[in-house]
């Protein structure tokens, strides 16, 4: 058996510039600065005892042919890593595995090309992972979303990414005090989930007419990078909240009411900044105030520390099975 650990992330700043409708028209491309957080999508491969295929998650298929499978992840992964046959494979989450606004659908992506790959006898690295992991999201099953999370989950710790026009990528660790995040920073789980690519879609259809609030978000990672290294943490609330006011005016559908209302009593209680994580709609805020902040909201939403991975995606077992 094979076990790949892999988590999802949380983004500061310049999320949407790592958007292929952005970057690839930019001179400068996209920029974010983002965090591994300490949640996270495992996946087990274990050999089967006949030819057949069964995956587990949300359901359970069984089938002859892996091209059967309705889970187009785990399918394309199988096809992407030569693993087709005589195997079953198994996803836990930490948390809710779709629609929080911390890319889990890309971690689990990198973490079945992991646990696959490690059953193959391959062992990826992480530039890797995360690029096999963007081919089949983007490329193969052509979902409008970015690129952020798919690093994000494959290289762990915080980082600032650079996506190039020519479609490369560089990422550049940021040096913070990771034990001072859970004493500043807390996330809340509205209870709302979304569709992510409904929202993107459409930011990427209209990322020329945005272009300018694009290049502030795109900014502002290099921003915040320097308050992080710094332990500014005000400054870092203060841009979580501009970066959140021009979100939530991209494209309709990033906030609601009941979102607005959300923000604006997490703020009343002295929360320096937050924001919407993800594509909007739903999902986790992350909002920057101390613990006292959290414990207040803890008794009306689940509340979450901020932790960092600092690993990325690893196997945490493996019993030296192999595909023969």
């Known amino acids: 058996m094979i076990i790949s650990r892999t988590p999802v992330r949380v983004s500061f700043c310049g999320g949407g510039t790592d958007l292929p409708a952005y970057y690839e028209g930019s001179e400068n491309g996209g920029l974010v600065t983002s965090m591994a957080l300490a949640k ?18 949300s359901k359970t298929e069984i089938v002859d042919n892996f091209e059967d499978l309705e889970h187009e992840l785990v399918r394309e992964a199988m096809r992407l890593t030569g693993v ?28 079945l090309l992991n646990a696959l790959h490690t059953y193959a006898g391959r062992k990826p690295d992480a530039a890797q992972l995360a ?15 970015g690129r952020q999370d798919q690093y994000a989950a494959a290289f762990g710790g915080a980082n600032q990414i650079a996506f190039h026009p020519d479609d490369s990528v560089i990422v550049t ?12 920073y807390f996330l809340v789980y509205t209870g709302i989930t979304r569709k992510a690519t409904d929202i993107l879609a459409v930011q990427s259809a209209t990322s020329d007419q945005k272009r300018d609030n694009l290049d502030t978000l795109r900014e502002q990672a290099i921003e915040v990078r320097t308050a992080l290294e710094s332990n500014n943490h005000e400054a870092v609330g203060t841009l979580l909240d501009s970066s959140w006011q021009i979100k939530r005016g991209l494209v309709d559908g990033i906030t609601v009411a009941e979102l607005d209302e959300l923000y604006s009593s997490i703020i009343g209680m002295g929360a320096t900044g937050g924001k919407l994580l993800g594509a909007g709609g739903g999902g986790f805020f992350l909002f920057q105030g101390d613990a006292s902040i959290g414990s207040k909201v ?3 939403h689940k509340v979450i520390p901020l932790v960092l991975d600092d690993v990325g995606s690893i196997i945490i077992f493996d019993d030296g099975a192999r595909q023969e």
């Open 84 to 111: 087709t046959h005589s195997v079953e494979i198994t996803t836990i989450a930490d948390i809710p595995s779709r629609g929080t606004g911390l890319g889990s659908s890309s971690a689990l992506t990198v973490g």
């Open 40 to 57: 996270h999508i495992h996946v087990t491969v274990n050999k089967r005892f006949d030819n057949s295929v069964r995956v587990g998650y």
């Open 131 to 145: 690029e096999e992991a963007c081919r089949i999201e983007i490329d193969i099953l052509g979902q409008p979303i």
């Open 298 to 300: 803890a008794g009306m």
């Open 173 to 184: 660790p940021v040096n913070l005090d990771a034990a001072s995040l859970e004493e500043n």
